[in-house]
C-alpha cells in the first residue's frame, strides 16, 4: 500500500473513531480476519475495519465517512450468510456490524404494526411481542437467536410462519435505510410527512427495491412489520413417506388447502448427521420446554413422556418424514384443520409421532446447532424456490441429478441430504451438505468454545471444501434450469446470467441512482463491479 493510500486510511479511521466512539470502531488483525469469513466461505479479504455503530445518525456518519474517502461498506448482520453476502469484494472496505441497532422502535397493538431496529434478532423481536396476543405473520428462521431482522430482509428469509404468510418480504410495511452517500430514507407510508408507518401503498412500491438486495441498494436501520392476532390453539402431525414425491405431493396439497402454519420435510440421512434433529431428545431441559407449552399442566406432562418414549430412532424407520404445526384461532377450526391435514397426509403416507415439530415449537430459537453436522461435520445448504404444481417434476430431477452425483460425493466424502418446504404458493427445496473440515472462529463464536471444542484442531480441508462449491454450483445451475428462483444470491448463486438483459439494465439503472459510485456492498447481485 502506498504512503498515499496509509495516510488515506489513517484519516478514514480517525473520522470513523470520532463519530462512533472508541469502542465502535475494530481494526486489530484477529477482528478484522473474523469479518473475512462466512458459514461457507473462506478465507475473504479482511476489511480496513469493522464499524458497530449504535443508532441510524451513526451508521450515517460512517457510510458518509467512507464515501467521502471512496471506501466500500458492506452491511452485516447475525452472521449466518453462507453465500458471501457479507464478505468485502476489495481490501478498501469497511464492515457494518449492525447488531447494536436493536430496539423496539414502536409497538402499535392498535394499528397492528411493530417498528423495530434491522439488528434486532428475531428471538429479541419475538419477546417483545409476548403477552400482547400478536406476531407477525412470518416470525423468523430457525437460527432466529442470531439471525437479525435486516439480514432477513436484505437475503429473504422463510419458516416459521411461512407456510401460509410466505417470506419476510410479505410482512413488510416500510423500511429506514441508509444510502451510499448517508442520506436517510424511509419507504412506505412513514417516509410521508405527518403520517404513521401503516401501510407500504401509496405510489411506487419503493420498498421492495431494499428487500433481497442483499444489501446491495442500502444499509437498512428500522422496518416496519405488520402483526396479526396470534391463534390461540396449536397441534401437530407428523407422517411418513417411502419417496419425496409421495411428500412433496402432501406437501402440495397441504399448500393448497392452506391449512399448515409450518412444516418441513427431511430425508433419513438428515435425520442421521443433522446436531439439530438429534438434539430433539436430549433430555430434561427439552422435555420441560414441551410440558411448559401443553395446554395445562397434566397434557404438558403426558406430552413430554411421549417424546421422552419416542426418542428420534422412529424417524429412522422412514425415508422421509414431514412434520408440521397447525394452528386455529378456535378449538372447532383448528380440529377441522387437523381433519384435512391429517386426511392428507394419509393419502400419501403414514401418520407418526408427532414429536419433532413438538419439540421445535416449544423453543423455537435454540442455538444453532445446524451450523455443524452430529460429529463436528461441517455443513452449508443451498435452495431454490419453484411453482407448486412443478413440485413433481423438480423432485424427479433432484433425485436423478444426485444419483448420477453420487460416486463423486462418495470420493469427497461429502454427505447429501435434503429439506422441503412449502412457502405460501411456493415449492421449496433445499439440499444441504456435510463434509470434514476445519472449525473456523465463526463457528466457534456461534456454537460456543465448549461445542466445538472436541473438532477445534481438525485440519483444514480445501479439496473437499472445493468439492463442495462445485457440486452447489451444479445444484444451482440445474435449478435455473428447471425453472427456479433462489434468494440468498449474494456473490453466490447466478443471477445476472439469468435475467433478460431489460430487467438487468433496469437493475443497474436503480443501483446507479441509489450508489453511483458503487460503493455499497459492491459486487452484491453481480452490481458495482
Known sequence: MSIAALEGTATLLDALRAALGADGLLDD???RSFYANDVFWQPGIPPLAIALPRDREEVAAAVRAAHAAGVAVVP???GMSYTKGYLPERPDSVVIDGRRLNRIVELNADSLYVTVETGCTWAALN??????????????????????IGGALSQNSAFFGSALHGTVAESVLGITVVLADGRIVTTGSGGRVGTRPFTRSGGPDLTGLFLGDNGAMGFKVAATLRLHRRPEHADFLSFGFATMQAMAAAQVEMARARCVSEGFGIDRTKVEHSASVNKLSDGLKTLGN???AGKSLFQGAREALSVATAGTAFLKEHNFTLHLVVEGRSETQLREAMQTVRAIGARHGKEIENSVPKVMRSKPFGPVRGMLGREGQRWVPIHAIFPL???DRVVAANDAFFAEKRGFMEQHGIIYSVMTMTVGNDFFLEPAFYWTDEITPLHAASLGDEVVKPWRDRPANPTARNAVAELRRATQELYCSLGGVSWQV?????FREILTPETWSLLEGVKRAVDPQGLMNPGSLGLGR
Open 290 to 292: 414441551v410440558a411448559k
Open 127 to 148: 419477546e417483545a411481542l409476548e403477552g400482547t396476543g400478536l406476531r407477525t405473520g412470518y416470525w423468523g428462521p430457525l437460527s432466529g437467536i442470531n439471525a437479525t
Open 29 to 31: 488483525e484477529k477482528s
Open 76 to 78: 452485516r448482520g447475525g
Open 490 to 494: 449474494a456473490r453466490d448463486y447466478p
Open 389 to 391: 404444481g412443478d413440485a
